[in-house]
């Protein structure tokens, strides 16, 4: 299945999980369509089943049933090891943990995530850059305890896109940020769909980020009850 406007299609998509003597279906019959090179939410509130869906979406989880399409190919069908692969060379994820090393600086967090995916480019050229567009080229210096929350974060995701993913997966990358910190970090996405042409998909509960996506799916109780 191909279609070049969708990087990703889900047709049917359930996730159960075994709990004592029955299945509780965390999602079920979800169809949605995540646009290349835009900026989709998935909106939900705690349980609704949002960050369950962006796991399976970016080869973290399986579905128990339906199937997802990247980039045309049937990533539930793929092997562990394309899979891996997948998530290593085209796939970028920013938690809202930013889990940045601390004893690194800014700088060296964006070098060292390239080391790991083996970026064959000049390593600290591109996290410059990626610094650069979020914001962050003059504390490429400091180390992560002397950035605030809101840098932390932006630093976190100029590490998730160094690599040029085709999609970044963004799980409540709002959720510790106050609200100017947080409108700017999701700014700052709608800049990187343009200037990297990165796919991304975020999950928030947080209402007022809605009109800055290109596309917003809303789900409760682990259905789709909103798409557009």
């Not at 994820?93 to 004893?103: T, Y």
């Not at 605030?148 to 709002?174: K, N, Y």
């Not at 100017?180 to 980020?209: A, C, P, R």
Request: a negative charge; charged letters at 25%; glycine letters at 10%.
């Amino acid at each position: 299945m191909e279609n070049n406007d969708y990087i990703i299609v889900t047709k049917g998509i359930g996730r159960s999980f075994r709990t004592q003597d029955e299945d509780f279906w965390a999602l079920k019959e979800i169809d949605i369509e995540v646009p290349r090179g835009k900026l989709t939410i998935l909106r939900g509130r705690s349980g609704s089943g949002k960050t369950t869906l962006m796991n399976i979406l970016g080869a973290l989880d399986y579905p128990t049933e339906g199937t997802v399409y990247f980039q045309g190919e049937d990533l539930t069908a793929m092997s562990e090891d394309k899979r891996t692969k997948l998530r290593r060379t085209d796939i970028g994820f920013v938690f809202q943990s930013v889990a940045l090393i601390p004893i690194m600086t800014a700088l060296e967090n964006v070098e060292f995530a390239l080391r790991l995916t083996k970026y064959e480019g000049d390593r600290k050229q591109r996290a410059m850059e990626c610094l650069h567009l979020v914001g962050l080229s003059a504390r490429a210096d400091h180390m992560p305890p002397e950035l605030s929350g809101g840098e932390q974060q932006r630093v976190a995701i100029a590490r998730a896109i160094a690599h040029r993913p085709e999609v970044l997966f963004a799980d409540e990358p709002t959720g510790a940020l106050d609200t100017v910190s947080g409108l700017t970090v999701v700014k700052i996405f709608q800049e990187l769909t343009k200037q990297e042409g990165v796919t991304i998909v975020m999950t928030t509960h947080d209402v007022g980020l809605m009109e800055l996506a290109d596309r917003v799916y809303e789900l409760e109780g682990g259905r789709l009850t909103h798409g557009e």
